[in-house]
């Protein structure tokens, strides 16, 4: 009986650490400012989202491109999609386009990966 129980005991223990992972692999906690789509680059075609999302004709169901896109931090508007654009043409990069950030919320750091 003792020896079952430290098997059901085990399985549970390596199943739990197995939902921790799934979460964490799941749950982002940065992005590259200005990259929209979420790919890890920041292109002109996050721009192109940026812009769709403002004009209703792309959802932002999450909110999430909103945030990716506001690369001044002032609000998510036209601006937004202007200076990633001035990025890309290598104008200026006064908001730090490019670099990882943290979602608003998340500590700095990721979840541990947790082996099995
Ligand atoms: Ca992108
Ligand atoms: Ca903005």
Redesign the pocket.
Known sequence: MKRLLCVICAALICVSAMAAADISAAVKSTYIRGDSDDNGKVEISDVTLAQQVLAGIEKDSGGLIAVR?????????I??AT?VQRYLAQFDNIYSIGEKVTYPGYDEYELPFIPC
């Open positions: 896109a506001n690369v001044d931090g002032k609000g998510f508007n601006d937004d200076n």
